[in-house]
């Protein structure tokens, strides 16, 4: 067993796995908040590395303001969609609000395909070409960064659910709507909240993605690996999707490694089949029980 | 306001089926003297980039020929859909455009559909088809006896790739990195064969998930092969730039090479300096080509003065020889039908493409297995020609 090896390959699992994390903290947000699952993360993940692009290559901005521009945008347009579309939709079935993410993630493609057109491109450089090295682990840089970056997010959030007044006003709306507005709560406010900060987290998430693979009008399928984190480690759980993340990056990691690359997706959604066997609400989430 | 039951509407609906029965018999009449090429063309999805440029390079070519007087009298024209690369859309289009025109030469999106459709084909045995894809498997003429695409099939790509190193450095070590799609595992199979008969080390075989952003794994498998060449298939831009990029980073020595659509100059122009060096198989000469025996690309350049992708290239070279393969058949005084067809452009041979490639080619199967080694200067932000057009040998 080449241990180096394996480190390097742990290293760069648990990397990609951050980025997965990143990803799903978006869908746990807005989950969290108000039990809807937005299938339109991987789209707006696209659109956040799309701005990037406008405001870095297009406008000519330097990096410093093109990534807080790109993460604003994201929100902007997470707050227009939850007030013109998903507002609208409060009381209905959650399959009509679900088939209104669907179609919404369609438009926001059809959007950027008609503005920047369908080419794949690759966003400038911004994170240098020096290699990384753990002892005499390589690391990749970018993905090193990306850690770097969804460790930070993840930990942030996870203090602010805990200790700031919009976080608790978030988890008391999560808890019972009804009962937190009687306290007070403004609760279409946080609607409001949970879509902006989710959509700039994805808008954010997608300047990290994009940075590794490039952008293209397809690039949300990667949202999609996303929503097998969160549903393994728990729809409404933000400890979940970090959780999640890491396991998911380290079982792809190791399975493409050591089975083959053709065996990655396979293990991947063998783990989801038996993971929601043994814990249909995932790792970490909230188990849900109804009574008659 | 008029009170519609339902006796009305039936009543209605009769009458619009009989206008509509109608009006398409008319507009037969009206398509008489013309030659129609059917698309099923991908201008969305994950195919769209090509797709576009298809698109483009099919109504150019159908432009200047219908300029030039049309084909044996018959003016040429263009009936498109949009397939989003999804071969259930494909095929719903090739039955809707099917029904609308009278069509004999068509245009797919993909090796899934051409496979999906074949059947269909030579049920009707009315439509020569041609598309995107290059797919080896097409590259049957007992099989797929009225299909044909406008250059080497993938396999034959990478054979050509594989003489040019061959002739570099004998006996080097290769890697092969495909993605696990249809399209990426298409060669792989033959082409370690082939490798392995031409005397070539095979030292690896990475294969990558469809939609795969973060290779840092494959590029550790990479390092420990440490390959003279690394051949890539399967793969359009991503994630190609980080392979190099990382690859430069460790300080590999292995030149990375590609097939056709990962050969496009505008993808790679922003890539920066780790595209330098990327060397690939291209059947076509780029859109910015100024050499003295291609004056079609001096035509299209006139015609569109901005750079047009290596889609376009196909899309044009194939309307052309489908075209050439209507206009024999016609100048023959035979029926359109696909056994005519074929059997035309198959009669292609040392035929002038008026430089789109840079020798005559002859089309005596299903395939032109022709092309060039490009390698792109960072520096020009252009694939520049690597080799001299290299023709397979059967």
Known sequence: MDWLFFAEVTLAGLGSGALLALTALAFVLIYKATRVINLAVGEILMLGG??????????????????????????????????????????????????????????????????????????????????????????????????????????????????????????????????????????????????IVACATAAGAGILVGAIGGISPTMGVFGLSALVVVIIGGLDSV?????????????????????????????????????????PYGLFGTVEIERL | MTDLNR?????????????????????????????????????????????????AGISDFVKIANEAGGVAGRKLRL??????????????????????????????????????????????????????SFGSELNNPEKYPFQFMAGPDYVEMIAILLEYIAKQQKGAKIVFVNSDTEFGRDPIEASVKRAKEMGLDVVGQIVTPPTAVDVSTEILKLRRANPDFTIFHGYVLAPLPEFLSQAKQLGL?????????????????????????????????????????????????????????TGYMQGFLTAMLMTEAAKRTLEAGKALDAKNLKASLNTIKDFDTGGIIGVPISIPGNSVPVGRIYSYSAAEKQMKPASDWISLKK
């Open chain 1, 50 to 195: 799309y701005l990037f692009f406008a405001f870095s290559a297009g406008f000519g901005l330097p990096v410093w303001a093109a990534i807080p521009l790109a993460i604003a945008g994201g929100g902007v347009v997470g707050a227009l969609v939850e007030r013109a579309l998903i507002r609208p939709m409060l009381g209905e079935t959650p399959i009509s609000v679900f088939m209104v993410t669907v179609g919404l993630g369609s438009v926001l493609m059809g959007a950027v395909e008609l503005v920047w057109n369908t080419d794949p491109r690759a966003l400038p450089d911004f994170m240098g070409a020096t290699p990384v090295f753990i002892g005499e682990a390589y690391v990749s840089r970018k993905i090193a960064i990306g850690f770097g970056v969804a460790g930070v997010v993840i930990t942030l959030f996870l203090l602010l659910f805990r200790f700031w007044r919009g976080g608790v006003a978030l988890r008391a709306t999560a808890s019972d709507q009804a009962a937190a507005y009687s306290c007070g709560i403004n609760v279409p406010g946080v609607f409001s909240l949970a879509w």
């Open chain 1, 239 to 279: 400890l979940g999707a970090l959780v999640g993340g890491l396991l998911i990056g380290l079982v792809e990691a190791w399975a493409g490694t050591f089975l083959g690359g053709e065996f990655k997706l396979v293990t991947t959604f063998s783990l989801l089949i038996a993971g929601l066997m043994i814990r």
């Open chain 2, 7 to 55: 006796r009305h509407i039936l009543g209605l609906a009769a009458t619009a089926g009989l206008a509509s029965t109608f009006l398409s018999t008319l507009s037969a009449f009206a398509d008489e003297k013309e030659l129609v090429i059917g698309g099923s063309i991908p201008l969305t999805g994950v195919f769209a980039f090509a797709g576009v440029a298809i698109e």
């Open chain 2, 79 to 132: 009936a498109y859909e949009d397939t989003a690369y999804k071969v259930d859309q494909s095929v719903a289009v090739f039955n809707k455009l099917t029904t609308q025109n009278d069509i004999h030469l068509y245009y797919g999106d993909s090796t899934g559909f051409a496979k999906t459709i074949n059947e269909e084909l030579n049920r009707r045995g009315s439509i020569l088809m041609a598309g995107a």
């Open chain 2, 253 to 309: 020595k292995s030149r990375f090479m590609g097939t056709f659509w990962s050969m496009d100059n505008s993808l790679w122009a922003n890539v920066g300096a780790p595209a330098d060096g990327y060397m690939g198989v291209m059947p076509y000469r780029y859109y910015y080509d100024t050499a003295p025996d291609a004056p079609i690309l001096e035509k299209i350049r006139k015609l569109r003065p901005t750079y047009q992708a």
